[in-house]
T-cell receptor
Framework: DVKVTQSSRYLVKRTGEKVFLECVQDMDHENMFWYRQDPGLGLRLIYFSYDVKMKEKGDIPEGYSVSREKKERFSLILESASTNQTSMYLC???FGGGFYPYGYTFGSGTRLTVV | KNEVEQSPQNLTAQEGEFITINCSYSVGISALHWLQQHPGGGIVSLFMLSSGKKKHGRLIATINIQEKHSSLHITASHPRDSAVYICAVISGSARQLTFGSGTQLTVLP
């Protein structure tokens, strides 16, 4: 069964801490994405990557960075966590590009609370 | 204006009812996804459509490209169908999804 695995389901961190959210996929997908989901705002794209060592900003990249050193792993980094980054974070991956991307697979989410 | 609009936002049904959730979009698309999110957060892709109709068990998804509209139908609904259903589109050469705001479905026994 193909999978996108996020390292933690629940995480509590203190304001100012550096936080790493890890995402691993086993489908040899080219594309990987980090979203956050907030009540009333839906899913919003933070960063995405189409290839190893490649990254592009999404709609809300401020306060975040990413790393993709290997094809299967895409990390989201909160350089200095703040309470407004308390949210559900979802990782996804997909195969293909151009006009025919398909096979979106989502992870089970990480609910991050910053106190 | 949101590029992807879903209706209704909330839907409560009795077990056994036929359910329809609608999605309209304002951009040209290459594909549309219907996603399901259960409490606890994980999202499952139910369908990807670029034309016509797809069926999987009690779920049916249709898309009308000319009218920029898609529907998700659930036949013989069951309490375990209770979830948030999200429509998402891929437009042009972009690879990322643009999401609707979701429909919270509650099916009562």
């Amino acid at each position: 069964d193909v999978k996108v695995t996020q390292s933690s389901r629940y995480l509590v961190k203190r304001t100012g801490e550096k936080v790493f959210l890890e995402c691993v996929q086993d489908m040899d997908h080219e594309n990987m994405f980090w979203y956050r989901q907030d009540p009333g705002l839906g899913l919003r794209l933070i960063y995405f990557s189409y290839d190893v060592k490649m990254k592009e900003k999404g709609d809300i990249p401020e306060g975040y960075s990413v790393s993709r050193e290997k094809k299967e792993r895409f990390s989201l980094i909160l350089e200095s966590a703040s309470t407004n980054q308390t949210s559900m974070y979802l990782c996804a991956s997909s195969f293909g590009g151009g006009f025919y991307p398909y096979g979106y697979t989502f992870g089970s989410g990480t609910r991050l609370t910053v106190v | 204006k949101n590029e992807v609009e879903q209706s209704p936002q909330n839907l409560t049904a009795q077990e056994g009812e036929f359910i329809t959730i609608n999605c309209s979009y304002s951009v040209g698309i290459s594909a549309l996804h219907w996603l399901q999110q259960h409490p606890g957060g994980g999202i499952v892709s139910l369908f990807m459509l670029s034309s016509g109709k797809k069926k999987h068990g009690r779920l049916i998804a249709t898309i009308n490209i000319q009218e920029k509209h898609s529907s998700l139908h659930i036949t013989a609904s069951h309490p375990r169908d209770s979830a948030v259903y999200i429509c998402a589109v891929i437009s042009g050469s972009a690879r990322q999804l643009t999401f609707g705001s979701g429909t919270q479905l509650t099916v009562l026994p």
